[in-house]
T-cell receptor, first 115, second 115 residues
Framework: AQKITQTQPGMFVQEKEAVTLDCTYD???????LFWYKQPSSGEMIFLIY????DQQNATEGRYSLNFQKARKSANLVISASQLGDSAMYFC????WGGGNKLTFGTGTQLKVEL | GAGVSQSPSNKVTEKGKDVELRCDPI?????LYWYRQSLGQGLEFLIY????????KSGLPSDRFSAERTGGSVSTLTIQRTQQEDSAVYLC?????????????FGPGTRLTVT
């Protein structure tokens, strides 16, 4: 079975600072993908970034980067230059290629960006 | 282009009644997923469709829950004899068929309240 652990229920960051949201995962399958989604208070789930287990380089998408440490089974999200609009719940998720197509989600981290 | 749409956005029902939740995926997306988001359980996978077939129903919590998909497009999630523990936000997602790496695009959800 797959498991995603997000140990930070809430985080605060000052505007324009960088913040790291932690995610660790557990799977015995060698082929998997890791995803981060943002859920603002409006409720929609917004895809941010993807990392495949065989990708050699860390994924980046604009101000988002994924710090992928395969040996430690961690996939932390780094948001640079935080903005007030980044305040939201952030979910780490995993999909195992041999385990169907479902996403397994962590419990989420509530990020609050302050002035 | 149009995203995933879900209806109704909110549904209040009495315990014991049946409800139907509808999902319209992004045009051309062959994969469709239902998830449930509740305070106690977080985000849980319910069922996955590829075309009109459901190769993974492992997340349906009981036989009161069923889902179908017709024409490889619209899907309906039906909950019979609703219980208070069914209260949650039901999220639908779709993706192109891609065994690796394809993110899932989520709809806005249906908030179900069972009184």
């Amino acid at each position: 079975a797959q498991k995603i652990t997000q140990t930070q229920p809430g985080m605060f960051v000052q505007e324009k600072e960088a913040v790291t949201l932690d995610c660790t995962y557990d799977t015995s399958d060698p082929s998997y993908g890791l995803f981060w989604y943002k859920q603002p208070s409006s409720g929609e789930m917004i895809f941010l970034i993807y990392q495949g287990s065989y990708d050699q380089q860390n994924a980046t998408e604009g101000r988002y980067s994924l710090n992928f440490q395969k040996a430690r089974k961690s996939a932390n999200l780094v948001i640079s230059a935080s903005q007030l609009g980044d305040s939201a719940m952030y979910f780490c998720a995993m999909r195992v290629w041999g385990g169907g197509n479902k996403l397994t989600f962590g419990t989420g981290t509530q990020l609050k960006v302050e002035l | 282009g149009a995203g995933v749409s879900q209806s109704p956005s909110n549904k209040v029902t009495e315990k014991g009644k049946d409800v139907e939740l509808r999902c319209d995926p992004i045009s051309g997306h062959t994969a469709l997923y239902w998830y449930r988001q509740s305070l106690g359980q977080g985000l849980e996978f319910l069922i996955y469709f590829q075309g009109n077939s459901a190769p993974d129903k492992s997340g349906l919590p009981s036989d009161r829950f069923s889902a179908e998909r017709t024409g490889g497009s619209v899907s309906t999630l039906t909950i019979q004899r609703t219980q208070q523990e069914d209260s949650a936000v039901y999220l639908c997602a779709s993706s192109p068929y891609n065994p690796t790496g394809s993110e899932q695009y989520f709809g806005p959800g249906t908030r179900l309240t069972v009184t």
